[in-house]
Structures are given as C-alpha cells and as structure tokens.
C-alpha cells in the first residue's frame, strides 16, 4: 500500500513540513522547573465545582513554580456548544481569583495560540495526514448504522465496545476498496492504527494517584471526523505538545483514555507531559458516598456559589483544604497568610474521591468573614447585591454610614469578640434585612397577647432615646419588676414559679416587636441605630 499517495488524496494539499510547528511553537523559555498546566474546557455553559478543584490546583502548581497556566477552549463538538459558555467559565473562575497567563482573550503572551480548538484545524489536519503517510492511521468508511450494529453486538456477548482488532473492519481494507470508496464519495473519517495489545499492562507513574497500572489501548480511535475535525484526543494530543504543557492535571474521568492519549503522544513522535487524575468530588448520601451530580445537587454548579453569594476565598480556602491534606494544620497557623504563601503538592492530593460538606464551606465561611472590616463586608455585599440583589437590597446601600454602623454592630468590628453570624452574601443581607424595613416575624413570642401588651406599653412609657445602655437597661429591669417578671435572673433561677418570667423574657418580647427575632445582637444598639422614631414605632405596631 502506497501510504503517501493515500494521505495526498485524504487530505490533499501543502502541508507545512512537520518541522514547521515545531519551530513556531518552540519549547517555553521558562526557569528549571516551572510548570505549565491548563484548563481545558469544552464550552458547554455548565462549569461546576469539579473544574474549580481542578483549576485551583492547576494554577497552585503553575504559579508556584514560576510556570504558566493557559486556558484553551475545546470546541470540536459544535452540537455542544452554548452561547456565552467561554465567557461565564472565565467570569466563574475569575471570581474565584483563578488568574490565566495566556489564552482565549486573556490578553498575555499569544505565541502558542490560536487557543480555541476550532481555529487550529491545520495543525491537526497535517499530522493526521503524517500519520496516514507513515500507515499509523488510515480512513473508515464505517457508516453510524454499522457502528451501533457493531456495539449492540459486542454488548450482547458482553465484549469490550469500540472499533479494535477483529472489529475494526476498515484497517485493512484492500488499496482498491479504499479507492473505489473514494472515487463513489462515501464519507469517512480517520482513525488510528493502534499497535496496543490489550494483554499487556503498563505501569504509569500518575502525579497524584502514584503508580497505577494501566492497559495497552488497542482502540482505533477516531481521530479526525468526517468534516475534518478532531476528536478531543487527538486535538489534546497536538496542543498539549504545542502548547508545551509540562502536566496535564485533570479529572479522574479522564483516567479511562490515559491509554489512548500515551499512544498517540508516542504515534506522534511527542514526548509525553507528566499526568495527575484528581479525585472526584464526592457527597455523603444517607448511608453511602455518591460523586456529585449535575441533576441532585445544586452545590455541583458554581454559579450557586456566587447567586448565595460565598465569598470567594472561603471557598478557595475550602478547596485546598480538600485538596492537600496539609493546608489546613499550615492554615490554622497562619490564618492570615494569603492561602497563596502555602506550598501546594500534587503528590499530597487525594488519590480516592473527596468528600464535599457544605456544612464544612459555611464553617469555613463564617470564619473568613469574620476577618473583614465592615468597610470590607460593605464593598462585598454592594457586589453581590448588584449582581444578584432585589431592588429593594440595592436600595440598601444608598445611606453608606447607616449600613456601616449596622455591620459594626452584626460583625462586632468594634468590640472585643467577633461575631461570626454571617455565611454568605444573601444570607447576610437577609440577616439585617430588618435594619432596612420591617420584617414579617420569624420567631414567636413566648406569652399571650396581653402580657406583651403590658410590656410594651410599661417600656414605652420609660423609654428614652438618650439613655446610656446602662440607664436603658435598668430600665428594661423595672417593667420586668414592675410587671411581675424577675429583674434578676439569680432571682429567677431560685425560685422560677415565683415570676411570670425573668427580665431575659422581657428583653426577648421586645427584641421580637423590633426586629422579628428571638436572637440579634445587642437590642439598645439596635434602638439606637434605628432611631427613636421607628422603634416606637415598631412596638406599637406589634400592640396592634
Ligand atoms: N475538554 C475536556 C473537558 O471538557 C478537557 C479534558 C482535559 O483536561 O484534558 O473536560
């Protein structure tokens, strides 16, 4: 068989010499042992927390090693693609201050561009045609109906499905046939000639996993379709190579074509990169572990994230705790570092699934929030609000001093403790909503209508704006007495059936009348933000 001859009709035409692309994409002038590494994302509009996880440790390991991390979009299925996808996963991951070097529209360095799949189909369409030159690949003319004949019988004799060995009809085909095939203008695309042998294991040493046994590919896998386009792994292949990518740090799912992807990188005279498979994100359902999915779980999608409102470093700070086993003993002591200043190791990723608790994230939270200012807790919250706000929470922001003295207080910036009530953005606007309007009651008065009644209107009568916290406590104290509930809580607690109740209730009436609520904080500071006017205001409303 004239192998040439074969690859000009296939794919006729100049090719540039093969030497060519090495020149133009020539190894990175980069320092000893810095990496590059990428995301890869096919732009399908959905990126989820599993390509954050990859990400983050993608951009650790780049960064950290003084390397590179690119961003590449992989568009070779059209019947895929969504509108704007490249745009919302690099707005996703920029929120969570994943920071690209070079890539689609990133703006740095384009010498190992185009970076969108598509737009590189000359490459691939002159090393396919090399491949067919030199008889590692040749055309199938196999038509879809065949194919699925071809996996329904191979799934009824319970036989590896795929187009290999005996099953690979086209990989001999007579010179003649092929050319007949040809002449008649019957499609085909261009497979592989795989050389594997499916008896024989090879050991592979993962960045992650260690060293795992994997099995030859005897797979002749498609590598460019009928309309010229290659499939991810071929196109994977080339640009890894190209694009001078060190290590292709990725999800496990991928773990499953590693043997195909050796082949090619070897059918393709490239050196290999180094791979790392990082675990999947997994969830605790009941009694058993399940991987995170698309359909049950909407903390999979990261634009959860950013309508909740997280802030972004916590979950940053979650993921890499999640991602090396270390990072939260060096966190602990060093609470203030820039997660950054940790050294991260891919050999101290998880090797089996990890297990995703938001519980855990909204620990994690909570305790990031708690270090910002309320200058800073005010700019956060203005960003989600004007993103994801009501109007009514927008609207918020306008008295600036106002909200200020809000988060003081809910954030105890100015006291000795911390307070740590707020989780996220939307929880924390709902948190203080009651600053902003009056709020339907969440929590429900412990006494019947007339007790309140008494209580209400006996504080109403002492009240006074002026009053120090000391005087306005004091005061809550003699409407308890007054009114036959304990000014004392020592009092209450030795004889509790002595009093209808203790000043602690009388506190608790009257912070549910101004706030909805059985927990706040301090009530006197929450009076005197809100003003003479509306606290009144508010408790005579709750008489009526
Ligand atoms: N395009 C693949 C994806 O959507 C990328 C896989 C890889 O990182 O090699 O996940």
């Not at 592979?204 to 590598?223: S, W, Y």
Request: proline fraction near 4%; charged fraction near 30%; glycine fraction near 6%.
């Amino acid at each position: 068989m004239d192998h040439r001859k074969l690859a000009e009709r296939l794919l006729p035409g100049e090719y540039p010499d093969l030497s060519f692309y090495e020149e133009k994409y020539p190894p990175r002038a980069l320092p000893k042992g810095a990496e590059v590494t990428r995301l890869a994302p096919s732009p399908t509009g959905f990126i989820h927390l599993g390509n954050l996880f990859v990400a983050i440790a993608n951009e650790r390991i780049a960064h950290q090693s003084g390397g590179i991390l690119y961003l590449r979009i992989e568009d070779t299925d059209l019947k895929r693609k969504v509108e704007g996808a490249v745009e919302a996963v690099k707005n996703a991951l920029r929120y969570f201050d994943v920071k690209f070097d070079e890539g689609a529209e990133i703006g740095g360095d384009d010498t190992y561009g185009p970076w969108y799949q598509r737009s590189r189909a000359e490459i691939y369409r002159a090393f396919a045609k090399h491949l067919v030159a030199i008889g590692r690949a040749y055309p199938c003319f196999c038509t879809e109906e065949e194919l699925s004949a071809l996996r329904e019988k191979q799934t009824a004799n319970k036989e590896i499905t795929g187009y290999y060995g005996k099953y690979a009809k086209c990989r001999d085909l007579p010179e003649e046939e092929i050319y007949r095939n040809l002449d008649a203008g019957k499609p085909f695309v261009i497979r592989l000639r795989s050389l594997g042998d499916p008896e024989k294991k090879i050991r592979f040493q993962d960045e992650i996993k260690g060293e795992i046994t994997v099995t030859e590919n005897d797979q002749d896998v498609v590598i460019l379709k009928s309309d010229g386009i290659p499939t991810y792994h071929f196109a994977h292949a080339i640009d890894d190579h190209f694009m001078r990518t060190t290590l292709v740090l990725r999800g496990e799912e991928w773990l499953a074509s590693l043997p195909i992807h050796l082949e090619l990188f070897d059918a393709l005279g490239f050196s290999r990169p180094r791979y790392g498979h990082n675990c999947s994100l997994m969830k605790q359902d009941g009694e058993t572990r399940r991987k995170l999915s698309k359909r049950k779980d909407p903390e999979l999608s990261l634009e959860f994230y950013r309508k909740e409102g997280y802030y972004a470093r916590a979950v940053k700070v979650y993921m890499l705790t999640l991602l090396n086993s270390n990072f939260e003993e060096w966190y602990l002591k060093n609470p203030d570092a820039p997660p950054e200043n940790f050294k991260f190791s891919a050999n101290k990723m998880s090797k089996s699934g990890t297990l995703f608790d938001l519980d855990k994230l909204n620990d994690i939270s909570k305790n990031e929030l708690s270090k910002l200012s309320a200058a800073e807790m005010f700019d956060f919250l203005q960003s989600w609000a004007a993103e994801y706000g009501s109007e009514e929470e927008k609207s918020r922001f306008a008295d600036r001093e106002y909200f200020l003295k809000v988060l003081d207080l809910c954030m105890g910036t100015s006291g000795k403790k911390r307070r740590k009530d707020f989780v996220t953005a939307s929880q924390a606007m709902r948190a203080i909503a009651y600053f902003f309007k009056r709020v339907p009651r969440e929590d429900e008065p412990r006494f019947d209508e007339q007790t309140r009644r008494e209580v209400f209107e006996a504080f109403l009568r002492s009240y006074c704006f002026a009053d120090d916290a000391q005087v306005w406590f004091s005061k809550v104290k003699e409407v308890a007495g007054s009114l036959g509930f304990a000014a004392e809580m020592k009092d209450y607690k030795a004889n509790p059936d002595a009093y209808r109740g203790s000043v602690s209730d009388v506190a608790e009436l009257l912070r549910i009348a101004v706030t909805g609520r059985a927990n706040t904080p301090d009530l006197y500071t929450i009076m005197q933000i809100l003003g003479e006017e509306e606290t009144r205001a508010r408790i005579e409303g709750a008489l009526s």
